[in-house]
């Protein structure tokens, strides 16, 4: 298969690195400011796929109490975790309608339910 390679430069150095027309360069490029950004990247895209399955439709799969929310819901949620990554908040915590709570840290996406008995 044939992939297309883009001379981009780096937003943080200027290099121009060869990548792929969906990839932006500085998820390639070496400079220390290009590393620390595909860090970040990465993190946020791990806690987003961490809320998918905490959150999202197959979350009974993580756990049976677990009820999916809604895409506003998760949709919100995701803002929230864009923003604790971001370095905005250092942790949130935010109470859901079905009581459960979605704990959210700087590389960490948790949901805790209390049992009422
Ligand atoms: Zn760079």
């Known amino acids: ?8 430069a780096c937003p943080f150095c200027g290099q121009l690195i060869m990548c792929g027309h969906d990839v932006k360069p500085e998820r390639l490029c070496r400079c220390a ?11 946020l895209e791990d806690m987003q796929t961490l809320l998918d399955e905490l959150f999202g439709e197959n979350c009974p799969d993580c756990s049976k109490s ?6 506003e819901e998760l949709s919100a949620l995701n803002h929230v975790i864009v923003l ?7 942790k949130a915590v935010i ?11 700087k590389d960490a996406v948790t949901r805790k339910i209390t049992i009422k008995r």
Request: proline share 5%.
């Open 84 to 90: 604790v990554s971001a370095g905005l908040f250092t």
């Open 95 to 105: 109470t859901l309608q079905d009581g459960s709570q979605c704990i959210v840290k």
């Open 1 to 8: 298969m044939d992939v297309e390679l883009e001379e981009k």
């Open 66 to 71: 677990f009820i999916p929310v809604g895409p």
């Open 33 to 43: 400011d290009a590393v620390r950004y595909a860090a970040d990247a990465e993190t």
